[in-house]
């Protein structure tokens, strides 16, 4: 078996390694970092699910200043079961989610929260997919579902390539179908947000590992397959070729980069946690995803209290977030993470990993081609 690191995706997208690393969205991701993978020959993506239109042109124009090489955006879909306003629920319930709210607010030192949030106050999704259009980026990526049919045509006409995240064979198949270029299967090692399409299905996400999914999607689709979850290494990269995938993304392996927007308490928080020490919640955002088990995580928990719908969990963390990243608390803060923990370096520029994992997979492949 011969396997090779310039795979069918280096083509289409016309990059050097097969190395993409993942959005990042909330802070980890910047414009740097996107650039600088890019420039040294892997697929750099921004995270803009947060982004309002305009800090999205301007953080496309940072890259475009930075490298002439492709790169990628990242966007949440809306979902079709989205909380459209303020939850109904049943008064105790909300009593229960606001004195819980308020322990945490009171040890960070802010008012407490009145009430509920109304309005989820998401950004809105046409109007990111505009300016991508408008930008003409080279990739736009999805995650939580496909991207919606009257945006692809506009994107194919205008050279776009399309990737979709999956995590099961069957969101895999419906994303080949909704025409999608390339897919990336999530294994349930990576940090982050779950990309699963349906979570009134699978509360907790579909949690395959990547071992198991990514040769079950590989073979079942003719489209090119990107294997994340775990990939920390040029021997994860190796190892995804041999599954049969044509790359790999890596989110955590990033966290911790020269160039990454992490905040010190999370980049301590990483340091010194281990394979062993992340969880799947819902508590911070209301769908489920992976990070470092702390306090917050741990008070939802046992309090038994079901999250309010993605994204009215998210607006109501919110300020205990930002207030945490100020005031340097790692307890409170959404510690995203995958479970490759003890491969993490420190501080590396984002480029020199990329180079090294080539590097190293090109080693590691030697022996198999023989
Ligand atoms: C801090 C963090 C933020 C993430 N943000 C996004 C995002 O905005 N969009 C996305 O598609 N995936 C996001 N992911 C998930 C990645 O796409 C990817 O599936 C995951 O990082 C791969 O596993 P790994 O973390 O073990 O490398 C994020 C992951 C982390 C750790």
Redesign the pocket.
Known sequence: MSVNLHTEVCRLLSIQYPVFQ?????G??TAALTAAVSAAGGFGTL?A?YLAPEQLRAAIREIRAATDRPFGV?L?VPQANAAKGRTELPAEEERRILSLIDRVRADLGLEPADRLPDEPRTIDFGEQMAVLLEERVPAV?T?FGVLPAEYRKEAADRGMKVIT?VTTVDEAEEAQRQGADLL?A?GA?????R?TFDVGRYPGGANVGTFALVPQVVDRVRIPVIA?????DGRGLAAALLLGAQGV?????F?TSLEAGTAPAYREALKTSKETDTEVTTAFSGRPARGVDNAFMRMWRESGLAALPFPLQNALTREIRTAAAAQGRAEYLSL?????LRQLGNGEPAGEIVRRIAAEAENALRGTNS
């Open positions: 993942a959005g990042l969205a909330g980890p991701g995270g699910a990242n949440f990526g995650t995240m990336v999530q090692e990576a940090g982050g947000h990309g994340a979850g775990g990939v920390m993304q890596l989110g955590t392996r966290l995203w993470s995958g479970q490759g």
